[in-house]
């Protein structure tokens, strides 16, 4: 397993765009599916991007496809989502997880494959 911690969280008015960052304790290279989840208060977790880095295979769910991309930087263990055209419907806590790199794609939304989270990082969208 390895830790992980967000950042990069914070308020922004629609339209805005923000990237959060998830630093990982080690050496992350392709050993690990990586993804961002988000939870609002009342609502389900959702899976919001995956990645596959040994391939670069990305998904992303239908409300943030378009908007949000997911990238690593190897060299800093780090994932990142770059947010863009934020709403006030993506206001939630978001979390970065780990898991096993030999996850079927069709799990890797759904976040019960994963083995490391992160503690989370809020977004808040609003005028």
């Known amino acids: 397993q390895v830790q992980l911690e967000e950042s990069g969280g914070g308020s922004v008015q629609p339209g805005g765009s923000l990237r959060l960052s998830c630093v990982a304790s080690?050496?992350?290279?392709?050993?690990?599916?990586m993804a961002w989840f988000r939870q609002s208060p009342g609502k389900e977790r959702e899976g919001v991007a995956s990645m596959n880095p040994a391939t670069g295979f990305t998904t992303f769910s239908d409300s943030v496809k378009g908007r949000f991309t997911i990238s690593q930087d190897n060299a800093k263990n780090t994932l990142y989502l770059q947010m863009n055209s934020l709403q006030p419907e993506d206001t939630a806590m978001y979390f970065c997880a780990a898991g096993p790199r030999d996850m079927r794609s069709y799990e890797r939304l759904k976040g019960n494959e994963y083995h490391s989270w992160g503690q989370g990082t809020q977004v808040t969208v609003s005028s």
């Open positions: 080690g050496y992350i290279g392709s050993a690990y599916i």
